[in-house]
């Protein structure tokens, strides 16, 4: 789908934060849709993960969760190209690379599947110190921004939502954004009250 983002103003707070509206889609279909209609890729990690399944199910919406029993489905041609693709953003997070064997590293792998089968990008975390998401979540969140997909993050430590910025290349604050059809719903394991509330605010608005 094609996507534009509408131009940045400023909130009313005290601080004159900017705030970036959600981006627009060029094709309605991305969030004009029946749940029944959906598909959401997760991960079935207790915490956000889960959270975001129960409640996507509970209004009929089918959640896809890509596990390392799936990883190792996979053929060899498949391993390297997702491979690839998470030594890019190990290089983009500056962390260290994780063996291929190792549940770990096949756990951090399997995020790109999620994030390459995904219109867009709703996570539930923290901004980490480089800019990027912190902890797990940031290896699907990093690889959407890589393919230019909308990724937002319900910020859990100041309790606001943002969206990644092409212009300003960080995370900005944002209105609630509208889920979309094919969407990667994903985040911490560590999920706070707050962060509950997102995830089902955003499915309550379907």
């Known amino acids: 789908f094609g996507l534009k983002l509408l131009s940045v103003k400023q909130s009313q ?35 956000s993960d889960k959270a975001w399944e129960a409640a996507a199910t509970e209004v009929g919406i089918t959640v896809r969760n890509y596990t390392v029993k799936d990883w190792d ?39 790109m599947m999620q994030a390459d089968k995904a219109d867009a ?16 979540t940031g290896y699907a969140t990093t690889r959407g921004i890589q393919r230019g997909i909308p990724v937002y993050l319900f910020d859990q430590s100041d309790n606001t939502w943002k969206v990644w910025s092409k ?17 990667a719903v994903i985040g911490t394991r560590k999920l706070q009250d707050n962060g509950r509330r997102a995830i089902k605010s955003l499915i309550g608005n379907l």
């Not at 279909?29 to 990690?45: D, H, I, K, T, V």
């Not at 901004?127 to 998401?133: E, H, L, T």
């Not at 212009?167 to 969407?183: D, G």
């Open 167 to 183: 212009e300003q290349n960080k995370f900005v604050p944002t209105n609630e954004p509208s889920l979309t059809k094919n969407a």
């Open 73 to 111: 489905k996979l053929s060899t041609a498949w391993k390297e190209k997702l491979d690839k693709e998470y030594r890019e953003i190990v290089s983009i997070l500056n962390r260290k690379v994780l063996d291929i064997n190792s549940y770990s590293g096949k756990l951090v792998r399997r995020d």
């Open 13 to 47: 707070n005290s601080e004159s934060e900017t705030v970036e509206e959600a981006p627009i889609f060029e094709e309605e279909s991305a969030l004009n849709f029946q749940p029944e209609e959906a598909e959401f890729y997760s991960g079935a990690a207790m915490g």
């Open 121 to 136: 990008i709703f996570a539930i975390g923290t901004v980490a110190s480089n800019g990027y998401v912190d902890g797990g």
